[in-house]
């Protein structure tokens, strides 16, 4: 026999999408009324008033006050977001150390904070800054997100390493962390920030490219992102490019460190400037690399026809390289390919992972209104 206390399964669904319906106003706008709900999700306003009910019950909701601007008819109670409703935290992880962001479920930032290297094995200096981090604010930190500039692992959430890579490495995994810990690649966050606000809003398909002390490519295809069977998919570091990986080729350019396994962000962007003031020897040199990325990136657009190209990174939006790679691309491809700058510029990969977490923490106070 069923529980009678407990909501048809049809009905429970048409509450539950009653219930997101609000909170997503709610989380976009901030204060609002019972009637400025039902107007903008075009639900009756009975059911509205259930669900505020409810949300207010289960302790998402509160009211704030009422309308003091003495207009006639019924007095409009506002309601906001719990101050105890949750948190989220994202958090990136790089050669420079690791950098956090903690906010409200409706993205209000209650702080940032770096932590230089400082010697500690990654997953020890990871989980430290983290809970750090969880510790602002009231409330349970409903969902983190981790960026790493290694490939993850699709199945165990386990970070790869790889050879040659200039990045942290380790048996990093998600479940070490913590409970409710997403952990992805860096270029894949940078190009979720990219899909959700940045140049790739209106693409069906696009890649996202990033130059910077390492190389990657994320591959959005269907609006679906490509992560391939052991999350290596876009390590186009390992790519041929006349016999060497395309990471050595540069690297022999001398655009390469000689005290790590990665590029060298100075001398490329200081080649960049140095073309773009006239200066000969750097202009070749700024040809022989965009014409070499280039042709990594025109394979790319032969194999997968994406919309658009972006180029993010540190070396990757500057204008003279998207200047050459665009060139490159565009004499090389099959079809025409739109080659741009990311438009998410600052730290792109921690913004992707701030969305990536505010997304599974509503979902999560979501499902702890549906089990209340």
């Avoid at 990174?313 to 099959?334: K, M, N």
């Amino acid at each position: 026999m069923s529980d009678p206390e407990r909501p048809l399964p049809r009905l429970a669904m048409l509450r539950a999408m009653t219930d997101r319906a609000v909170l997503d106003q709610v989380f976009v706008h901030g204060r609002t009324t019972r009637a400025e709900l039902a107007a903008t999700t075009g639900i009756s306003k009975p059911t509205i008033s259930e669900s505020v009910r409810r949300l207010e019950t289960a302790g998402a909701l509160r009211a704030t006050g009422t309308d003091q601007t003495g207009r006639r008819g019924r007095i409009a109670t506002f309601y906001e977001l719990a101050a105890d409703a949750g948190r989220v935290v994202a958090a990136e992880v790089n050669q420079q150390g690791i950098r956090t962001v903690t906010t409200d479920l409706t993205g209000t930032v209650l702080a940032t904070d770096h932590h230089p290297p400082d010697g500690r094995p990654m997953t020890a200096a990871v989980r430290a800054a983290v809970d750090a981090a969880g510790a602002v604010g009231a409330g349970p930190v409903r969902a983190t997100a981790i960026s790493v500039a290694n490939p993850v692992d699709p199945v165990t959430h386990e970070v790869v390493a790889l050879p040659g890579s200039p990045f942290p490495e380790g048996t990093l995994r998600a479940a070490d962390i913590g409970r409710d810990v997403l952990l992805d690649n860096d270029v894949n966050f940078s190009a979720l920030a990219e899909r959700r606000e940045g140049a790739a809003r209106e693409a069906k398909s696009f890649a996202y490219v990033y130059v910077g002390a390492g190389l990657g490519v994320s591959l959005y295809v269907g609006d679906q992102l490509v992560r391939g069977a052991h999350g290596l998919a876009g390590e186009i570091g390992y790519l041929d490019s006349s016999g060497a990986t395309l990471a050595s080729a540069l690297a022999d350019q001398g655009f390469g460190r000689v005290d790590a396994p990665s590029l060298d962000v100075d001398a490329i962007l200081t080649t960049l400037d140095q073309a773009g003031s006239g200066d000969a020897v750097a202009a070749e040199r700024l040809g022989l690399l965009g014409a070499t990325l280039g042709r990594a990136v025109a394979a790319i657009c032969t194999i997968v026809d994406p919309d658009v190209v972006l180029l993010g990174g540190p070396a990757g939006s500057h204008p003279a390289l998207v200047a050459e790679i665009r060139r490159t691309v565009q004499a090389a491809a099959p079809g025409p390919v739109r080659v741009e700058a990311g438009e998410v510029t600052d730290s792109a990969a921690l913004r992707g992972a701030l969305l990536s977490a505010l997304d599974h923490g509503r979902d999560g106070l979501l499902n702890a209104v549906a089990e209340n």
